[in-house]
């Protein structure tokens, strides 16, 4: 069995300030781990995945991610929010062995401030 | 780049009626997905194809059925519909089948209102 808890369903920074939206996931194997973004009236877009490789993953517009295995955790940040980060933050976790099964997180609603 | 199309943006519907929503992609991809998206609920599997005529549950199929009789489209149908599949559907597609670490693309995604 598998499972994501997205820990903060809201999260508001100020524009330039540092953003940090959390993740722990439970998984009997391996797991892939994604972060897709949803901006308002869209559809989801891939911001970085985690499959075996390095620990810390980078995406677009300046994401990135850790992978911390003795934590379960895989936390996304960004040094510097901008206006255009504000949007809706999926993370997903994936059972790397067979059919592609997916979990989705509830979700964290990203606020930037100006 | 991937395109993955829904027919329709908005929809709206009456309790028990048959209900089709629509999804293309270009890509060539193997899997094809639908979802739901409930605001708190996150996104939730219903139903999934590997392949052309393949199908498989995911984890809310009750109350739905799927189709898949070409490689590029794949179809949710709502038997009889009711209030409680008011709600916003997303397709998305992805390349390998049994490839847990593939991307998967979305569409925009269908906001039904069932009345």
């Known amino acids: 069995a598998q499972s994501v808890t997205q820990l903060d369903s809201h999260v508001s920074v100020s524009e330039g300030t540092p953003v940090l939206l959390r993740c722990n996931y439970s998984s009997s194997y391996s797991p892939s781990l994604f972060w897709y973004v949803q901006h308002p009236n869209k559809g989801l877009q891939l911001l970085l995945k985690?499959?075996?490789?390095?620990?810390l993953v980078k995406g677009i517009n300046g994401f990135e991610a850790e992978f911390k295995k003795s934590e379960t955790s895989f936390h996304l940040t960004k040094p510097s929010a901008h206006m255009s980060d504000a949007a809706e933050y999926f993370c997903?976790?994936?059972?790397?062995?067979?059919?592609?099964?997916?979990?989705f997180g509830t979700g964290t609603k990203l606020q930037v401030i100006p | 780049d991937v395109k993955v199309t829904q027919s329709s943006r908005y929809l709206v519907k009456r309790t028990g009626e048959k209900v089709f929503l629509e999804c293309v992609q270009d890509m060539d991809h193997e899997n094809m997905f639908w979802y739901r998206q409930d605001p708190g609920l996150g996104l939730r599997l219903i139903y999934f194809s590997y392949d052309v005529k393949m199908k498989e549950k995911g984890d809310i199929p009750e109350g739905y059925s799927v189709s898949r009789e070409k490689k590029e489209r794949f179809s949710l149908i709502l038997e009889s519909a009711s209030t409680n599949q008011t709600s916003m559907y997303l397709c998305?597609?992805?390349?390998?089948?049994?490839?847990?670490?593939?991307?998967?693309?979305f569409g925009p995604g269908t906001r039904l209102t069932v009345l």
């Open positions: 985690y499959t075996s490789a390095a620990t």
């Open positions: 997903v976790v994936s059972d790397r062995r067979g059919y592609q099964k997916v979990t």
């Open positions: 998305a597609s992805s390349l390998t089948p049994g490839q847990g670490s593939d991307t998967q693309y």
